[in-house]
């Protein structure tokens, strides 16, 4: 594709119309979060329909993370090569397809290689879709964009148990995967007519050594993450995965530096911007990962609550995003990058913490509250991360850094539920024979609201004027 043609797409990208592009998107990511959750309250009507023990359903669950970490990393290649929409239409459409697939599955085989191949298109569905605002979008308008690619990753882990819940209780659980057919079949019309298919001049070969090195080692540091605490396999094999999964990815970051196109462009982390949304950011997203599974660990084993009532008073952190996603453009605007993340960090570990002091017979009017208050410093924090991220990223490397992004979202929050999970074991382990109470879960919170803090080394490193053209922020020296 000429300049001319690329820019011809980026125009109708910015066209009236086109201010749908970043909703479609959306909707299409929230399908893939939304999924990735759900699947969990559903798993012991599945066990009991597919005469399965309960345990050995994981693998669907495990299938699924497993697809996700080896296929990610190729998104950026797929998406130059083919364009933008046409791979995102592709992942749409697999979605879909794998979805029928896993609903009608008789057996266990079947929904795991199922789940597996939704994997696959759940690995392009938010690098390549994040991609096509990337290259479409001027930066000036990027914050507003990227709010609305943010609300579907915060609210997907939180709808997850309300909506699955109510799908198990009122009706099969086939549904939960049964209504992604229409939602996939109305996301590839809107895609089609709306979203351009930007895509690099010149294609560079793939690297397949360096995506089987990197695929495989992502694959084993989130399996063996995602399992750490929670005794699905022999902990033994939990530390070999994640230590396999550093060794491999120590052997790409050397295979990268010596090849002009790898994979995975490690050079970005000399973007300090970049550096910071990632690596600092890395901490700050352990919440994301964490707060769903304990607020589950906690309503539901802890409080005896349902899924389904569980679900009511989790959906407040979603509303609390919701909320936000207007909000977080005009304080941008107002204090900057720097001094939103650095305030809002604090912010945002003290609501985590604060989840450690509700009780059985706290009112659900507080709980509900607080998870409001939660969810909407949470949105502001990953709006304001994803978007820095691209703030000093030229053109020609969006791609990459899309991809590269996604992956380190992707590991973080992994991370985050496995230490969460190794907190409530260790918890156990001080009190042999006792069950899960809300003294065991809250040391869990206070920790993973701890570790958040260390984002603050990255984000004081900022200057005050950093990416002002994305956020409209003027530093009070620029206005006297």
Not at 88 to 95: H, K, N, P, T
Request: charged share 10%; with cysteine; aromatic share 8%.
């Amino acid at each position: 594709m000429s300049d001319t043609e690329l820019t011809q797409e980026a125009s109708r990208a910015r066209a009236p119309s086109s201010r749908l592009v970043p909703v479609i998107i959306g909707s299409a990511l929230f399908m893939q979060t939304l999924d990735s959750t759900i699947i969990a309250n559903a798993l012991p009507a599945m066990a009991q329909a597919l005469h399965e023990n309960p345990l050995h359903l994981n693998l669907a669950l495990s299938a699924y993370f497993l697809s996700t970490g080896v296929f990610m990393p190729i998104s950026a290649w797929l998406a130059d090569r083919f364009g933008s929409r046409r791979v995102f239409m592709a992942a749409i459409a697999l979605f879909a397809i794998t979805s029928a697939i896993c609903g009608l599955s008789e057996n266990l085989l079947q929904l795991v290689l199922a789940r597996a191949a939704q994997g696959m298109a759940g690995a392009m569905m938010i690098p390549v879709g994040r991609l096509v605002l990337l290259k479409t979008v001027p930066k000036s308008e990027l914050v507003n964009a990227l709010t609305i690619l943010t609300v579907p990753a915060l609210i997907g882990p939180i709808a997850g148990p309300l909506i699955g819940g109510s799908i198990v209780t009122f009706g099969s659980w086939r549904w939960i995967f049964f209504i992604n057919i229409p939602i996939g079949l109305l996301g590839l019309v809107l895609v089609n007519a709306f979203v351009p298919n930007v895509r690099e001049e010149t294609s560079r070969d793939v690297d397949a050594v360096g995506f089987i090195i990197a695929g495989t080692g992502l694959a084993a540091l989130v399996y063996g993450f995602d399992n750490l605490g929670r005794d699905m396999i022999p902990p033994s094999l939990v530390a070999t995965l994640i230590l396999g999964g550093v060794l491999l990815l120590w052997i790409y970051a050397r295979h990268a530096r010596r090849i002009a196109h790898p994979i995975m462009d490690l050079s970005l982390f000399d973007i300090q911007t970049f550096r910071v949304s990632v690596v600092g950011g890395l901490f700050s997203r352990f919440i994301l990962g964490a707060s769903p599974f304990l607020l589950a660990i906690m309503l539901q084993v802890t409080f005896g609550l349902s899924a389904f009532a569980a679900g009511l008073l989790t959906f407040a952190s979603g509303a609390g995003a919701l909320f936000m996603k207007g909000i977080a453009p005009p304080l941008l605007r107002r204090y900057g990058f720097r001094r939103i993340l650095i305030v809002n960090t604090v912010v945002t570990a003290l609501a985590t913490a604060s989840y450690a002091l509700i009780k059985a017979d706290t009112p659900h009017l507080l709980v509900l509250l607080v998870l409001f208050v939660g969810g909407l410093f949470r949105s502001l924090q990953f709006t304001a991360l994803n978007a820095i991220a691209f703030a000093d990223v030229s053109q020609g490397k969006m791609s990459n850094a899309s991809s590269v992004s996604s992956v380190g979202q992707q590991l973080s929050q992994a991370v985050g539920v496995g230490l969460a999970a190794i907190t409530l074991h260790i918890t156990a382990l001080t009190h042999p024979g006792t069950p899960i109470s809300q003294i065991s879960v809250a040391p869990a919170y206070i920790a993973i609201a701890f570790l958040s803090l260390c984002s603050l080394f990255y984000f004081f490193s900022l200057p005050h004027d950093v990416a002002q053209e994305m956020s409209g922020y003027k530093h009070e020296s620029e206005t006297e």
